[in-house]
Every structure is written in C-alpha cells, then in structure tokens.
C-alpha cells in the first residue's frame, strides 16, 4: 500500500492525513525496513467491535508503512492448562518476538478488560531464556465500551504494558457505545472517536520510529550487569505461583 493509497480509508480525510517522516525520527544509521506491529483483541464474539476496531487500527499503520500481523485468539488455552508447545501458545509467543510494537484492543466486561485478552498477554512471557519478548518495545491501547464511555480497560492494560517492560504510548483511545460506531459492512463510521483511533495509530508508528533502534540501549539496568547471564536467567525463569 502506497502513502497516496486511500481505497481501504473512507472515512479519512486525506488532506489531513500525513505520512510519517521517519528520517527526522530514526536517525541516519537505524534500521529502514518497516515496523513490525502485532495485533492482539479481546473477544471472540461473530461480530467483535474489538476485532473490527483492531481491523481498522491495521489498515491505518498498513497505511503508515507498517508491517502488521494479528493474533486469532481462538482456541488458545487458559494459561497454564496446556504447555508452551501448544500450537496457539507457540504461534502467540512467535509473533511477540517478531513484533517491534504491538496494539491491544479490549472490550470492556465488568469494569475490566476481557478474560480473553488477559489470557492472551499472560502467555507472553517476560523472559525466554536469554531474549525478553516485550521489553523495549512500543505499545498501543484501545478499548471498546457498550455503554457510556469508560477508561477501566485501557487503564489496566497500560499498568500491563508496564510491567511488560513496553513503551506504552501516551495516547489511547476508548470507543463508547460502540455497536453505534461501526456500519452493517464493520467499518468504523468517521467520529470524534474514529480520529482518535488515527491519532493513536500515528503515535504509535511515531515511537516506533524512534525508540526501535535504541531498545537495547534503552533498556540496559546496572542492576543486570552485575548479574551473570546464569544468575539472571535462573531468577527471571522462576516458575509462576
């Protein structure tokens, strides 16, 4: 998909949306190929307004220049009621270490975000041996809402994303009273909200610009150094309670 290429947008106005100028974000030397984005939603409902508002976050960084896969979670087991060798938990883990960012999108259920989507993230371990999976890598989070507008999930998911060690965007997005935001064919309709969920998308290719190529610099602790790489390993490994 080209910058000029609004065919899958309707509902953008392209005198205002802008590609990203990665030169004045990554500097002369970091990496040039195209950000590595994973999806996750919430719900494994037929019609999922997490899954279409996913959906409309994908073409927004496809357009943006990403590179964008998205999780399926169906048929991935509670935590720990199967082992790491299962093909969903093995595809999920795959594509955390593929990612340089990723978007999550939950529904809102009981004040807190989906059993679905906490499930999907506890699967993401903090550690793989010598590699950790999310740390230094960016963050998006968005939330839909059947009734008035609510911050619950969003909220819980950025303390998440924390202890993931991710950069979590300052930006978020929360769609209320979303079965009235989305058309027959699961488009979002242009709103207030739909630019937010642009907004949102923006930033996050914006950060990953510029922090992908600095992660591991970023990242480094005095605490780990002194560790060996044994001592470090055995402590991060520990099993779950």
């Not at 953008?12 to 984005?37: E, M, S």
């Amino acid at each position: 998909m080209t910058d000029k290429d609004l065919s899958t947008l309707p509902g953008i106005n392209g005198d205002c949306l802008q590609p990203v100028d990665y030169a004045r974000l990554a500097g002369p030397d970091a990496p040039t190929h195209a950000p590595r984005i994973l999806v996750l939603y919430g719900s494994l409902r037929e019609r999922s307004f997490s899954r279409l508002l996913s959906e409309e976050a994908s073409r927004l960084l496809e357009w943006y220049g990403c590179e964008v896969k998205t999780f399926n979670p169906s048929g991935l087991p509670l935590p720990d009621d199967a082992g790491v060798d299962h093909p969903k938990v093995h595809e999920l883990r795959g594509l955390a270490e593929w990612a340089e960012g990723m978007v999550w999108v939950s529904p809102e259920r009981h004040g807190a975000m989906t059993a679905v989507m906490k499930a999907q993230i506890d699967w993401i371990p903090l550690s793989l041996g010598g590699v950790r999976p999310t740390q230094g890598k960016t963050l998006a989070i968005m939330q839909v809402c059947g009734g008035s507008q609510s911050f619950n999930a969003v909220n819980q998911m950025r303390i998440l994303g924390r202890w993931m060690r991710m950069l979590t965007i300052p930006n978020q997005s929360s769609v209320a009273k979303a079965f009235n935001e989305f058309d027959d064919a699961g488009r979002m309709k242009p709103s207030p909200y739909y630019s937010r969920v642009v907004d949102v998308c923006e930033e996050l290719v914006k950060f990953t610009w510029l922090t992908r190529h600095h992660s591991s610099y970023l990242t480094a602790r005095y605490s780990e150094r002194v560790e060996t790489a044994e001592e470090l390993s055995r402590r991060v490994n520990q099993p779950s309670i």
